[in-house]
Antibody
Framework: QVQLVESGGGVVQPGRSLRLSCAASGFTFNTHAMHWVRQAPGKGLEWVAVMSFDGKNEYYADSVEGRFTISRDNSKNTLFLQMNNLRAEDTAVYYC????????????WGQGTLLTVSS | EIVLTQSPATLSLSPGERATLSCRASQSVSTYLAWYQQKPGQAPRLLIYDASKRATGIPARFSGSGSGTDFTLTISSLEPEDFAVYYCQQRNKLTFGGGTRLEIK
C-alpha cells in the first residue's frame, strides 16, 4: 500500500534553514506529482508547494515563495522541502501528500513531521 | 483568491443521525472540490473529490453534492468513528476551508 514517511523536522531558530524529506513506497513514485501541506498547531490545513512527476514544474503558496524550494529524487523515491529564512509562522506539522491528478487533490498523506521555529 | 467558508464550525450529533456539512466558495469552482476527514493526531484522509466522487475505500454513507459555489458533505448515518474534523478544498491554488468539527452530542 501507499506509504509516505516524512522526516527532518525539529526545533530551529528564526532565520535558519532546514530540509524535510519524504520517503515514498508502495506506488510508482515517478508517475505522481507530490505536495507539501502544513498545519499550524490547532489550526487548519495550508498547501505549501507541489512538484510535477518529472520535476520540471513547481509551484508555491505565496506565504513561502522565495524561501522554500521543493525537489525530488525519483531514483530514490524521495521528496524534499528546503526551507530557508524560517519564521515563527512556519511552525507547523508538515505533511507530504500524493497528487490525485493534475495538481488537484491529495489522495495519500504521510503522518507528518513537526517543525518548530523559535528562539 | 477563492475563499472557502465552511459551516457550521461545530456540529453536535448522535451516532445514527444524519450529518450535513456545508462549504461555500467565494466564486465558482465548478465541481473541483474535495472533502477530507481528519482525526486527532492523524493525517487528513481524502473522502470525496470532484464534488461527488468517493475516494477509494470510502464507505457509501459518505456522499458529496453541489457545484459552482455551494457544496455539501452528507454522512447518512453517523458511526462512532465519523466524529472528526472535516475540511473542504478546491483545486485552484489548492486552498482549504476552515473546517467543521463534528462532535458527539
Amino acid at each position: 500500500q501507499v506509504q509516505l514517511v516524512e522526516s527532518g523536522g525539529g526545533v530551529v531558530q528564526p532565520g535558519r534553514s532546514l530540509r524535510l524529506s519524504c520517503a515514498a513506497s508502495g506506488f510508482t513514485f515517478n508517475t505522481h506529482a507530490m505536495h507539501w501541506v502544513r498545519q499550524a498547531p490547532g489550526k487548519g490545513l495550508e498547501w505549501v508547494a507541489v512538484m510535477s512527476f518529472d520535476g520540471k514544474n513547481e509551484y508555491y503558496a505565496d506565504s513561502v515563495e522565495g524561501r522554500f524550494t521543493i525537489s525530488r529524487d525519483n531514483s530514490k523515491n524521495t521528496l524534499f522541502l528546503q526551507m530557508n529564512n524560517l519564521r515563527a509562522e512556519d511552525t507547523a506539522v508538515y505533511y507530504c501528500a500524493r497528487d490525485l491528478r493534475k495538481f488537484s487533490y491529495f489522495d495519500s498523506w504521510g503522518q507528518g513531521t513537526l517543525l518548530t521555529v523559535s528562539s | 483568491e477563492i475563499v472557502l467558508t465552511q459551516s457550521p464550525a461545530t456540529l453536535s450529533l448522535s451516532p445514527g443521525e444524519r450529518a450535513t456539512l456545508s462549504c461555500r466558495a467565494s466564486q465558482s469552482v465548478s465541481t473541483y472540490l474535495a472533502w477530507y476527514q481528519q482525526k486527532p493526531g492523524q493525517a487528513p484522509r481524502l473522502l470525496i473529490y470532484d464534488a461527488s466522487k468517493r475516494a477509494t475505500g470510502i464507505p457509501a454513507r459518505f456522499s458529496g453534492s453541489g457545484s459552482g459555489t455551494d457544496f455539501t458533505l452528507t454522512i447518512s448515518s453517523l458511526e462512532p468513528e465519523d466524529f472528526a474534523v472535516y475540511y473542504c478544498q478546491q483545486r485552484n491554488k489548492l486552498t482549504f476551508g476552515g473546517g467543521t468539527r463534528l462532535e458527539i452530542k
